[in-house]
């Protein structure tokens, strides 16, 4: 291993092993790009759930092509006069409605269902805006026109991921690139890991999206952009522990080849522990129920794949070439003193908390305890109207059109049946709850009745409706309840199943790596449980972030898998980067001393890590969707706990407290 490295790393190899995988790189994304994927029903929809069947009949019905858009007319003073009532008769006809126009009881209002035919999610956009430019331009004086219906909410959230890819990627490198330049304090050697991490970051994006379209698991449009985020800010990381050991051997080493060789070496199996540790981590999520669930894990462990490969491999191979003036105008000289002997900001913080480290456990776990107890007020479950940040045309339309009709018409649950169809349309409109039933399609056997609940959309009263409506029809062997009201109850099941698999499977396989890595027992049990405290304390804070601030009445069913998975997988990173180094110092100076020094060295670089993935998942809320705002602002938080408090104060004073009892049954000495 010493000898490959050194020789990859040599006067006349550095410069092919940094430019061979860049050009390769380059061509492959040049020759491929990012694989296509056609969204499919049940790709959001829990594998085996009852609304997951029905999208699945519903499939069949031949008009999959279709989606439907409702318009909307209201009077803006009063009521609609019988002239505009007219004019919006003719302009419904020319829309080529479903049914004719149908004005409100109150009077204040008309709707039309319109049939958007496209096939694919820009076409749909393409066609709503469209829609939406033409009764602009045609209303009568005095009536506001506007979209909603399933096909409207497809259009504003296509919206919201239009160009949204690239502006994160923009927003991304950006941040990445300011807090480089304040970690470095130099105008060139940011450039180097930027470049690399950016090309792993494109590389990435290219051959996840082929893997997974390979292999038929699902994606969404914002998958690649979590993909984007995760791999600049692990990437990165790796970067920052490479750079500061290799800054560190540059004190003690006349060729900056053998300092470079020696920090490899050393800086390794921290990385790839810790990638190893992401990537199985990520990998679980292919044990969820939801298909883009399982693409988002397969693909984010793609990405961190790579992102280890090229900061172990092309950065060190870049550094070297460019020589000891990148770090210009602070260049490490050999004769320098190690940063371990020094009495720097993060000794002083390791003296003051080896003086009372039972005090500093005490305190900080108390902390931590008290950011906790916002769980106890945790809700899950966002509503259709919850999910943008701010509210498109089809969700305000939506609710107003509940003020004049019944408030499940703009969207209706859907019955989707192979068997008797009259007596399936008999039952749906025999039970409580339901406002009104109609057969809308029919083919292949199948036979869809759209049902408007007599409920607010997302209420309680929506859900029991829909239960209802599943009681009902138990009876009937192929018969299933779909639709928006029926998804968001399967989802919130389908996430409890998740949670329940996933979660303990995580934990295992984190305290099994880190076992595997340090070779002991306690150490892993009392850190494993350290990044589990972090998520509860972030998880807490945030609840009250978002209830208090930002106004979310609940988390979205998958922020808390997500979230807990991100952090435990992330947070233990730095905790690896940590002890490792400290196990390294141990053997030569004790548990006490060793842990001491490990701070000293680390201290920095790993401060510096932890405020740039925090800033990193952050800029997910660039993006007006709820469920990425929650997920950034959740790690964010949890990255900076885990960066400035745990790693800082709690687990050295953990190893402090313990002596040589925190590695065992592993013997130091000194």
């Known amino acids: 291993m010493a000898g490959m490295t050194s020789a990859l790393l040599g006067r006349r190899t550095a410069w092919l092993v940094a430019l061979v995988p860049l050009l390769f790189a380059g061509a492959l994304m040049g020759l491929l790009g990012e694989a296509d994927h056609d969204a499919g029903p049940t790709d959001d929809l829990p594998?085996?759930?009852?609304?997951?069947?029905?999208?699945?009949l519903r499939d069949r019905l031949g008009d999959e092509d279709s989606a439907v858009a409702i318009v909307l007319w209201t009077a803006d003073e009063r009521k609609l006069t019988p002239e505009q009532l007219g004019v919006l008769t003719q302009q419904a006809t020319t829309l080529g409605t479903e049914a004719p126009l149908v004005p409100a009881e109150d009077g204040t209002a008309a709707l039309a269902i319109v049939p958007v035919e496209s096939t694919s999610a820009t076409e749909n956009a393409d066609k709503v805006t469209e829609l939406r430019a033409q009764l602009d331009a045609d209303r009568p004086d005095g009536v506001t026109a506007r979209v909603t219906g399933p096909a409207a909410v497809q259009a504003d959230l296509a919206a919201v991921f239009d160009g949204a890819n690239t502006r994160l990627l923009l927003v991304t490198a950006s941040v990445v690139a300011l807090l480089l330049v304040l970690t470095y304090r130099s105008p060139l050697l940011w450039l180097v890991p930027l470049t690399v991490v950016g090309v792993a970051d494109r590389l990435s994006a290219v051959v996840a999206t082929h893997v997974m379209a390979l292999s038929g698991v699902a994606w969404d449009e914002s998958t690649v952009g979590i993909l984007?985020?995760?791999?600049?800010?692990?990437?990165t990381?790796?970067?920052?522990?490479?750079?500061?050991?290799?800054?560190?051997?540059?004190?003690?080493?006349?060729?900056?080849?053998?300092?470079?060789?020696l920090a490899v070496r050393r800086t390794?199996?921290?990385?790839?522990?810790?990638?190893?540790?992401v990537v199985l981590g990520l990998l679980t999520l292919l044990l969820s129920l939801v298909p883009t669930t399982r693409g988002l894990g397969l693909a984010c462990a793609v990405g961190v794949v790579i992102a280890a490969g090229f900061v172990l491999v092309v950065l060190p191979a870049a550094l070297v070439v460019f020589g000891r003036w990148i770090f210009w105008p602070r260049v490490p000289r050999e004769s320098e003193q190690p940063i371990v002997e020094t009495h720097s900001l993060w000794r002083r913080v390791g003296d003051r908390v080896a003086a009372r480290p039972s005090a500093f456990i005490a305190g900080t776990l108390l902390l931590v305890l008290a950011l906790s107890s916002g769980l106890f007020g945790i809700r899950t479950g966002l509503d259709q109207a919850d999910q943008f940040l701010d509210t498109p045309e089809a969700i305000s339309a939506s609710e107003r059109l509940a003020e004049s009709f019944p408030s499940g018409t703009a969207d209706p649950t859907q019955v989707l049946t192979r068997d008797d169809a009259d007596a399936v349309l008999a039952a749906v409109q025999g039970t409580k709850g339901v406002a009104s039933a109609q057969v809308s399609g029919q083919a292949d056997?199948?036979?869809?009745?759209?049902?408007?609940?007599?409920?607010?959309?997302?209420?309680?009263?929506?859900?029991d409706a829909v239960q209802a409506l599943r009681d009902e029809l138990s009876s009937y062997d192929d018969t299933h309840v779909g639709g928006t009201e029926a998804t968001t109850i399967d989802e919130r099941k389908g996430a409890e199943r998740d949670r329940l698999v996933i979660l303990p499977l995580i934990l295992g396989l984190v305290l099994v790596a880190l076992v595997l890595l340090l070779r002991s027992v306690v150490a892993p049990l009392l850190l494993v449980a350290?990044?589990?405290?972090?998520?509860a304390a972030s998880l807490g804070v945030s609840w009250w972030l978002f209830t208090g601030l930002l106004g979310f009445d609940a988390l979205d069913v998958g922020v808390p898998l997500l979230a807990f998975l991100f952090l435990v997988a992330l947070g233990v990173d730095y905790n690896i980067f940590l002890v490792t180094r400290a196990r390294e110092e141990s053997l030569k100076h004790g548990s006490r001393e060793g842990m001491l020094r490990a701070l000293t060295a680390t201290g920095g670089v790993i401060t510096s890590a932890g405020i740039l993935l925090a800033a990193v998942f952050a800029v997910l809320g660039v993006l007006p969707l709820v469920v990425l705002a929650q997920l950034g602002t959740i790690i964010c938080i949890g990255v900076l706990l885990?960066?400035?408090?745990v790693r800082t104060v709690l687990v050295p004073?953990?190893?402090?407290?313990?002596?040589?009892?925190?590695?065992?049954?592993?013997?130091?000495?000194?």
């Open 47 to 56: 594998r085996g759930a009852d609304s997951t069947q029905a999208a699945e």
């Open 268 to 277: 390794a199996e921290a990385v790839l522990s810790s990638a190893t540790t």
């Open 237 to 261: 990381d790796y970067a920052l522990l490479l750079i500061s050991r290799y800054r560190d051997e540059l004190r003690g080493h006349a060729s900056r080849h053998e300092a470079m060789a």
């Open 445 to 463: 056997g199948v036979t869809q009745v759209d049902v408007v609940l007599d409920a607010d959309p997302g209420s309680q009263d929506a859900r």
């Open 642 to 645: 885990d960066t400035l408090v």
């Open 653 to 670: 004073a953990l190893a402090l407290r313990l002596g040589d009892a925190f590695w065992w049954p592993r013997r130091t000495s000194g």
């Open 530 to 535: 350290t990044v589990v405290g972090t998520f």
């Open 228 to 235: 984007s985020v995760l791999v600049f800010g692990a990437g």
